[in-house]
């Protein structure tokens, strides 16, 4: 005789799963990586202008992971600056002082002051350069030069300007250490974009992205050195001029597109 029993219930399981353990989604319905990789599969599968498409997407509008890595820079960055501005104000403390007594004592002598604005400018005699250069050639104003040099050694030698630099240099070091390490960020993108951060993901977003830009940077190289041949001291400076780009611009595309025109106006 066969019995059924309707008040029990009987509960297999999944090979492999263990209490308390969630293989595929955390508590709140999130996927973990491997939810992730197990709904999307793996960033491998993934074309190369497919992964560059949705690359770009989140370089307009980056994603947790990579922002995390931004504001982490950036902080370290402002402490960096921050230092080293300390250490601006404090050199220009000492330099400012003496360079108020060598414009006293130029006055006294009813000699002009030439600032850098005059000299761009030509606002200025003949007789007033000659007078101020012969001035700060005078031993007086090397006088006040070496006393300002040695109050500035006294400075570099000093234990809190010491620190700054140390800070400034930690700070950079810090920054550096994330800025410039590619791994992270490609390990960043891949979470970004729904993958699971593995070793195979963060080579492959190497070798299409950044293996594309490689090539890339390496055919304008060469085209500009083409262009160099045949238009000596060309600069980029003098490309955008002749295209008539805004200089005061600060959209990368403006320049980008004003080299494309001068090359192709050129027949490159």
């Not at 400018?121 to 031993?139: D, I, R």
């Not at 003098?238 to 600060?250: L, P, Q, R, T, V």
């Amino acid at each position: 005789m066969n019995y059924i029993y309707r008040d029990e219930l009987y509960h297999h399981g999944i090979k492999g799963q263990k209490w308390g353990i969630r293989r595929y989604q955390n508590e709140d319905g999130s996927y973990t990586n491997a939810g992730k990789e197990r709904r999307n599969g793996k960033v491998t599968d993934l074309s190369s202008d497919d992964l560059i498409k949705k690359a770009r997407a989140l370089g307009a509008n980056p994603g947790p992971n990579t922002r995390r890595l931004q504001r982490k820079v950036k902080k370290y960055e402002s402490k960096r600056d921050a230092a080293l501005n300390r250490i601006s104000k404090k050199e220009g403390k000492v330099a400012n002082s003496y360079n108020s007594k060598i414009e006293n004592l130029a006055k006294k002598k009813n000699i002009k002051v030439l600032t850098d604005q005059d000299y761009e400018h030509g606002s200025y005699t003949n007789k007033e350069s000659s007078s101020y250069v012969k001035f700060l050639g005078s031993k007086e104003v090397e006088a006040i030069r070496n006393s300002r040099d040695t109050e500035l050694g006294k400075l570099y030698a000093s234990a809190s300007y010491k620190k700054l630099e140390s800070d400034a240099r930690r700070w950079e070091n810090k920054a550096d250490r994330i800025s410039l390490n590619k791994g992270l960020w490609n390990g960043a993108l891949l979470k970004d974009l729904g993958y699971e951060d593995t070793k195979g993901g963060r080579a492959y977003i190497e070798k299409v992205i950044y293996g594309r830009e490689s090539k890339q940077k390496t055919a304008e190289e060469s085209r500009f050195e083409r262009a160099s041949k045949d238009h000596p001291g060309l600069t980029y400076d003098a490309m955008y001029k002749e295209m008539g780009i805004n200089m005061e611009s600060e959209d990368p595309d403006d320049y980008r597109n004003a080299e494309a025109e001068w090359y192709k106006k050129h027949g490159y």
